[in-house]
């Protein structure tokens, strides 16, 4: 799979943070559902989609990503897509440009009895550098936390 396309992996967590990692049976119920499990989209920012002044990408951008990203944590964690009920918070901390590989996680924080409360977080991974050529670009590390967010995705009810 191409940059250009997108990647997806599903994570482990880091050792003592409680969680089992990766589930892959999309038959788990509700009360398989671990906190701390997490899963992480990347991809390449397109130059179409550059919004504003200098190149810079709209914050909806990321928000994208991150109901991209939580889907498929719910369909890993619950057989379904579910629906993304709200933010509870979002911060915008650095821009994010046209050109950028842009990561994004969300990590389960908080099981209810059909709400999933996640984390997110997006990261620059990769950033052009125009000032050695249009192509040029440079890998970013450690790389640059953009966005981080909180919020809801509500599973459906049991049939
Ligand atoms: C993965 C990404 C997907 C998307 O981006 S989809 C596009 C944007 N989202 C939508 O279009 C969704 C539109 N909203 C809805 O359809 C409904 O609105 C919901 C399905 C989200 C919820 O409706 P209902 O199922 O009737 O909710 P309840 O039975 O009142 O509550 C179920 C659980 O969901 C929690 N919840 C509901 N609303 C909120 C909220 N606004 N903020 C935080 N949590 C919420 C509750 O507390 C409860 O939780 P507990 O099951 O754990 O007890």
Do not use: N
Request: net charge negative; charged share 20%.
């Amino acid at each position: 799979m191409s940059l250009a396309e997108g990647s997806a992996t599903a994570e482990p967590v880091p050792a003592g943070s409680g969680a089992a990692g990766t589930v892959t049976d999309p038959s788990v119920t509700a009360g398989s559902v671990t906190e701390g499990f997490a899963v992480t989209h990347r991809r390449y920012v397109p130059h179409s989609h550059a919004h504003y002044g200098g190149a810079l990408v709209d914050g909806a951008y990321g928000l994208g990503l991150f109901g991209d990203v939580a889907t498929e944590l719910l369909i890993r964690t619950d057989g379904d897509e579910g629906l993304f009920a709200a933010y509870s918070s979002v911060e915008f901390l650095a821009p994010v440009l046209a050109g950028d590989v842009v990561e994004a996680t969300a990590t389960l924080v908080r099981v209810g009895t059909r709400s999933r409360e996640i984390d997110f977080e997006a990261r620059v991974v990769c950033r052009s550098a125009p000032d050695r050529g249009p192509s040029a670009a440079v890998v970013l590390d450690p790389p640059l936390v953009v966005t981080r967010a909180r919020g809801t995705v509500v599973a459906p009810k049991p049939a």
